[in-house]
T-cell receptor
Framework: GEDVEQSLFLSVREGDSSVINCTYT??????LYWYKQEPGAGLQLLTYIFSNMDMKQDQRLTVLLNKKDKHLSLRIADTQTGDSAIYFC????????????FGSGTRLSIRP | DSGVTQTPKHLITATGQRVTLRCSPRSGDLSVYWYQQSLDQGLQFLIQ???????AKGNILERFSAQQFPDLHSELNLSSLELGDSALYFCASGKDLNTEAFFGQGTRLTVV
C-alpha cells in the first residue's frame, strides 16, 4: 500500500539535534524526500535520498535510510529557532513513478 | 523562491461556484503535480501531468479536473464547490518523472 507515517510533534531545545522519523510501506520507493513548510508558506525541498543509498549529509542535515525497515530519518544538527516548521517526509513510488506520497508532517518546535 | 508560480494566492467563493487555479512551472520543467492540503486530510496528491499528458491520478474528485497546456502551464478546475473544498492547493513541478518536485506557494481557497 501507499502510506507514509510520521509523528505529529517534536520539541527540542535550541542548539540540540532534532531527529524526525518517518516510516513508509511501499518497498518499491525510488526517491525519498524531506520538505519543510513554514507557516503560511509552500513546501521547500530540503533534501532527498535515492533508495540505494544509506545516508546523505548536507551541511546541518543528515538523512538516514534503512530500507529493510522502511525507515527514514532527518537529523538537524544545532537546531535553531529558524528551523521551526512542519517537516514532511515523502516517497516517490516506482510502481507509479509520477506519484509522490506525503506523510502527515511533523511539527518541530524549538525551546529556548 | 522555487520558481513555480501559482495564481491567485487567495480565492474566496460561494458554494456551487466554479474556480480555476493556475500554475506556471519552473522553466524547463515538464512535470506538473497538483496537491490539496487541508487540516484533516494532510497533503493529498490529486493529479500529475507530464509534457501535456495526464500521468498519474490520485484522490481527485470528479468535480475537479486539470490540464496542462502546450506552454506547460497547468490549470486545476474545481466545480460545484462545497464547503469541504476549502483548502490550500499546491502545484509542484519537476524536470521529468523521476526527479525532485519543487512547490509553489499555493492558492488558498475558501468556500463560503
Amino acid at each position: 500500500g501507499e502510506d507514509v507515517e510520521q509523528s505529529l510533534f517534536l520539541s527540542v531545545r535550541e542548539g540540540d539535534s532534532s531527529v524526525i522519523n518517518c516510516t513508509y510501506t511501499d518497498s518499491s520507493s525510488t526517491y525519498l524526500y524531506w520538505y519543510k513548510q513554514e507557516p503560511g508558506a509552500g513546501l521547500q525541498l530540503l533534501t532527498y535520498i535515492f533508495s540505494n543509498m544509506d545516508m546523505k549529509q548536507d551541511q546541518r542535515l543528515t538523512v538516514l535510510l534503512n530500507k529493510k525497515d522502511k525507515h527514514l530519518s532527518l537529523r538537524i544538527a544545532d537546531t535553531q529557532t529558524g528551523d521551526s516548521a512542519i517537516y514532511f517526509c515523502a516517497e516517490r513510488l516506482y510502481s507509479s513513478a509520477s506519484k509522490i506520497i506525503f506523510g502527515s508532517g511533523t511539527r518541530l518546535s524549538i525551546r529556548p | 523562491d522555487s520558481g513555480v508560480t501559482q495564481t491567485p494566492k487567495h480565492l474566496i467563493t460561494a458554494t456551487g461556484q466554479r474556480v480555476t487555479l493556475r500554475c506556471s512551472p519552473r522553466s524547463g520543467d515538464l512535470s506538473v503535480y497538483w496537491y490539496q492540503q487541508s487540516l484533516d486530510q494532510g497533503l493529498q496528491f490529486l493529479i500529475q501531468y507530464y509534457n501535456g499528458e495526464e500521468r498519474a491520478k490520485g484522490n481527485i474528485l470528479e468535480r475537479f479536473s486539470a490540464q496542462q497546456f502546450p506552454d506547460l502551464h497547468s490549470e486545476l478546475n474545481l466545480s460545484s464547490l462545497e464547503l469541504g473544498d476549502s483548502a490550500l492547493y499546491f502545484c509542484a513541478s519537476g524536470k521529468d518523472l523521476n526527479t525532485e518536485a519543487f512547490f509553489g506557494q499555493g492558492t488558498r481557497l475558501t468556500v463560503v
